[in-house]
């Protein structure tokens, strides 16, 4: 089954401490990115990759790093967490950037205390 | 710069009445257009996509949408709205090879 697989689904942490979001597709996909779910403002990128080794900043970057080692995998890194990274987090994948449909997780709800 | 507007955060329509949520985009070229389904407790399924061709778009679930170039819209309707399509809604657009644009989303209750 096509599928993006987040862990964990839930996260309470507290500021400052390291915490990493994992994502992994299994189709293959070039395409991968992360978004942030927050109410009243939609779905925002945070970041996104193109293929292995490449990546770039979406439009909510500060206070994330990301890595693409291999192509099915793409974690979420929070190297010092603050209360405003509390949020809804979610992974997508898709063959392409723009043209076909992305495939999202389930989401990864953090909260940062 | 795209984006996408949703004027309308919350709407709630009566089990088997018709809905339409509206949807505006910026963008200077030709768009490519998207709307997604998030249910509750979960992520987003593509209900449909607009790339080209013929402006009326046919979807999953019994939606569609029409593409309007001339008021930068792309519309989402139904018929007539099951309790199952309770969910909140997104309009999303893109230049191609370009990211993807979310709107702040469309919260849709459904009554019996």
């Known amino acids: 089954e096509a599928q993006v697989t987040q862990n964990p689904r839930y996260l309470i942490t507290v500021t400052g401490k390291k915490l990493t979001v994992t994502c992994s597709q299994n189709m293959n996909h070039e395409y991968m990115s992360w978004y942030r779910q927050d109410p009243g403002l939609g779905l925002r990128q945070i970041y996104y990759?193109?293929?292995?080794?490449?990546?770039d900043k979406g439009d909510v970057p500060e206070g994330y790093k990301v890595s693409r080692k291999e192509k099915r995998n793409f974690p979420l890194i929070l190297e010092s967490p603050s209360p405003n990274q509390t949020s809804l987090y979610f992974c997508?994948?898709?063959?392409?950037?723009?043209?076909?449909?992305?495939?999202f997780g389930s989401g990864t709800q953090l909260s940062v205390l | 710069a795209q984006s996408v507007t949703q004027p309308d955060i919350h709407i709630t329509v009566s089990e088997g009445a018709s809905l339409e949520l509206r949807c505006n985009y910026s963008y200077g070229a030709t768009p490519y257009l998207f709307w997604y389904v998030q249910s509750p407790g979960q992520g987003l399924q593509l209900l449909l996509k607009y790339f080209s061709g013929d402006t009326l778009v046919q979807g999953i679930k019994g939606f569609e949408a029409e593409f309007k170039r001339s008021q930068s819209s792309f519309n989402l309707r139904k018929p007539s709205v099951h309790w199952s399509d309770a969910a909140e809604y997104f309009c999303?657009?893109?230049?191609?090879?370009?990211?993807?644009?979310f709107g702040t989303g469309t919260k849709l209750q459904v009554i019996p």
């Open positions: 990759s193109m293929n292995v080794e490449v990546t």
């Open positions: 999303a657009v893109s230049g191609g090879y370009q990211k993807v644009t």
């Open positions: 997508a994948s898709s063959s392409t950037m723009g043209y076909e449909k992305l495939f």
